[in-house]
Structures are given as structure tokens and as C-alpha cells.
């Protein structure tokens, strides 16, 4: 079989969601491919129907379903454990692909060579086929055989998980896996998985539509999903210095760390009307015992600007001082301009 596409669902019973991304994967041009539907212990009727689906596509469609709820990481583990195709794929239970998403980037990497392969993508709000805001993913200057730079580079921005594709082989040799039970997990497996792979292509085409649910879990924030990305940025760096990474890719690892684990963190975590001084020194002294001197990190003196720097400065000095400005900035933002 050339491609197992795994699927994680969770409560997606209602409102046609489900339906409309396994329709999609069952109007791909490309036949040889397997839908790998893994209900992660939802508490609706997601897994009655999927297993509608496998009953109705046999061979085409297998449900699976987890044991407890592991999150899309776990999900996705089971898919990997279970998948026969020579290439691997993701997609999110609320997304849908292009009907000839598949089959481009299987042809890419055929013209190619590559052993990972990657697609553009566009968000939308409604469920259609119509294109919507185009986002252009990894960058060309990241792909072809891949090397140092290239590494560091796709480090820096691996991109999203479910807009390419790998080959199985790769997965199995190093034993590629997701963290489980936790969310944000694509931020520490994408980089790691990249950094196992020696070539790299891309189809210049918006294929995959990531849509933009306002109920979405992963638009709505709350301190255990800030705890969760903290874990995901200490997995990283512990991943990282399993694999022999730490070294080599040291400082783009720090940038990756303090973003993911930190900047990303702060700047969400303070926006929550209870928001605590506890978790902003536990989040201060994380940083700290990490990598101390992240400041001086010179892909974080591109990235932020003054005003970010400001507050992350004050953060360093009191977590105290820089929540109190920090409420009374916005405040007075509001009053001034509204909103």
C-alpha cells in the first residue's frame, strides 16, 4: 500500500464535521491509501461512526479507537502501530485535504526522491472547497537534500505536521513518535522528526484547509494547555540530547525552546483574568535553569521587538512588576482605542 493516513477524532459527532474531512480522504485521486480513523475515547457517538465508515469502505476505512483519552499525540501513536502504507500522513478531524493532495506529493516525492514532502495550506471558516487565506508554509530555501543549514533552518520553523507526508521506513528506523497526553504536541515532534530526514521537497500549492473553528480546542486557553506547552518544550530539549541534537543545533534549539517553551507562554498565560504570580516565577525560573542567557540569543534579537523585550526584561526582574504593567498597559489600551 503507498499511503496510510491517520486520523485522530474526538467528539466530532456533531454538526457534519467528521463527514466532511472523511469525504475528503475518500475522494482522493490517489486509490492505493488507507484512512486510519482513531476516536480517542470521545464521549459522543465519533467511534459508532467511524466504524460505520469501515464497515462501509472495508479495506479502504479502519477505526480504531484508544483505550483512554491520550490527546492527538496518543491517536496518533496508535495510527503509526497500525499503519501498512510506505508513506505516512496526518490529518486533523475538523480539516480536510484537496482531492489531489495526496497524489502531488506522492508524485513529488517520485520525481524527487525526497523522503518527506510538504504542501501549502489555506485557512477557511466555512465547509467548502473554495480557497481561502493562503498560508505558504515552509520556505523553498528549507528543502532539497538537506543539510546543516537546512537543518537549523527547519529547526527554526519546521511548520505543520499535517501538510506533509514521510516515508515509513524512516519512521520505523528511529522510532518516530508523538508525545502523548498533552497538547502542542507537533511543536516538539515536528523539528525532531525533520532532523531525521535527508530530503526535503515541497508542492507550491495550497492543499490542505485548515479550518477555523471559533469552539476549537485549540483556540481557547487556559493554564493546563499553558502547562502543556511548557512540557512540550522540555520534551524537545530532552529529545533533542537523546538524539544527539543538543550540540549541533544548539542555538537554534535555545531560540525553539524560549519561544515554544516561554515567549509563547507569557505573552497567552497573561492574558487570562486569573493569572497567577506563582506560574509566572515557575515560568521565569524554567527559562532560567534551561538556558539562562536566551536573551543574548541572536535569533531572538530578529525576532522580538522593543517593546517585547521590554516586558521580558521586567518579566526577569519581577514577575510582580511585569503582571501589574502589564494589566495596566492593556487597560489603558482599551480605553484609548477600544476593543
Known amino acids: 500500500m503507498k499511503l496510510s493516513v491517520i486520523v485522530p477524532f474526538y467528539n466530532m459527532e456533531a454538526e457534519g464535521k467528521l463527514k466532511y474531512c472523511m469525504d475528503s480522504l475518500l475522494g482522493q485521486t490517489l486509490e492505493d491509501m488507507e484512512i486510519l480513523a482513531v476516536d480517542d475515547c470521545s464521549r459522543d457517538g465519533t467511534f459508532a461512526l467511524l466504524q460505520q465508515y469501515a464497515r462501509k469502505y472495508p479495506g479502504k476505512v479502519r477505526a480504531f479507537q484508544t483505550p483512554e483519552n491520550r490527546k492527538q499525540g496518543g491517536a496518533r501513536n496508535l495510527g503509526l502501530e497500525e499503519a501498512r502504507g510506505e508513506w505516512i500522513g496526518f490529518l486533523d478531524?475538523?480539516?480536510?485535504?484537496?482531492?489531489?493532495?495526496?497524489?502531488?506529493?506522492?508524485?513529488?516525492?517520485?520525481?524527487?526522491?525526497?523522503?518527506?514532502?510538504?504542501?501549502?495550506?489555506?485557512?477557511?471558516?466555512?465547509?467548502?472547497?473554495?480557497?481561502?487565506?493562503?498560508?505558504?508554509?515552509?520556505?523553498?530555501?528549507?528543502?532539497?537534500?538537506?543539510?546543516?543549514?537546512?537543518?537549523?533552518?527547519?529547526?527554526?520553523?519546521?511548520?505543520?505536521?499535517?501538510?506533509?507526508?514521510?516515508?515509513?521506513?524512516?519512521?520505523?528506523?528511529?522510532?518516530?513518535?508523538?508525545?502523548?497526553?498533552?497538547?502542542?504536541?507537533?511543536?516538539?515532534?515536528?523539528?525532531?522528526?525533520?532532523?531525521?530526514?535527508?530530503?526535503?521537497?515541497?508542492?507550491?500549492?495550497?492543499?490542505?484547509?485548515?479550518?477555523?473553528?471559533?469552539?476549537?480546542?485549540?483556540?481557547?486557553?487556559?493554564?493546563?494547555?499553558?502547562?502543556?506547552?511548557?512540557?512540550?518544550?522540555?520534551?524537545?530539549?530532552?529529545?533533542c540530547r537523546h538524539y544527539g541534537f543538543y550540540e549541533p543545533y544548539?542555538?537554534?534549539?535555545?531560540?525553539?525552546?524560549?519561544?515554544?517553551?516561554?515567549?509563547?507562554?507569557?505573552?497567552?498565560?497573561?492574558?487570562?483574568?486569573?493569572?497567577?504570580?506563582?506560574?509566572?516565577?515557575?515560568?521565569?525560573?524554567?527559562?532560567?535553569?534551561?538556558?539562562?542567557?536566551?536573551?543574548?540569543?541572536?535569533?531572538f534579537g530578529e525576532t522580538y521587538d522593543r517593546e517585547q523585550k521590554k516586558l521580558i526584561r521586567l518579566h526577569m526582574k519581577s514577575s510582580r512588576l511585569f503582571l501589574i504593567y502589564y494589566r495596566l498597559l492593556t487597560g489603558y489600551r482599551r480605553l484609548r482605542y477600544g476593543g
Open 93 to 239: 478531524g475538523d480539516d480536510w485535504a484537496a482531492p489531489d493532495m495526496y497524489e502531488k506529493m506522492l508524485q513529488k516525492a517520485q520525481e524527487t526522491g525526497a523522503d518527506v514532502v510538504g504542501c501549502d495550506l489555506h485557512e477557511t471558516y466555512e465547509h467548502s472547497m473554495k480557497i481561502g487565506k493562503i498560508v505558504n508554509a515552509n520556505t523553498m530555501d528549507q528543502t532539497g537534500r538537506l543539510d546543516r543549514e537546512k537543518y537549523k533552518k527547519l529547526m527554526l520553523n519546521p511548520c505543520s505536521m499535517v501538510i506533509k507526508i514521510y516515508q515509513k521506513d524512516v519512521i520505523d528506523k528511529y522510532h518516530l513518535r508523538f508525545p502523548e497526553g498533552i497538547f502542542y504536541e507537533d511543536n516538539c515532534a515536528g523539528p525532531i522528526w525533520m532532523l531525521h530526514f535527508t530530503h526535503f521537497e515541497k508542492v507550491e500549492e495550497p492543499l490542505y484547509y485548515y479550518y477555523q473553528d471559533p469552539v476549537s480546542t485549540t483556540h481557547f486557553i487556559n493554564e493546563g494547555k499553558c502547562r502543556d506547552r511548557m512540557k512540550a518544550g522540555q520534551m524537545l530539549v530532552d529529545q
Open 250 to 299: 544548539w542555538s537554534e534549539l535555545e531560540f525553539a525552546f524560549t519561544k515554544l517553551y516561554y515567549v509563547n507562554t507569557l505573552f497567552t498565560y497573561v492574558l487570562l483574568r486569573n493569572a497567577r504570580i506563582s506560574f509566572l516565577e515557575e515560568l521565569k525560573q524554567g527559562i532560567i535553569k534551561e538556558f539562562p542567557d536566551f536573551q543574548k540569543n541572536c535569533y
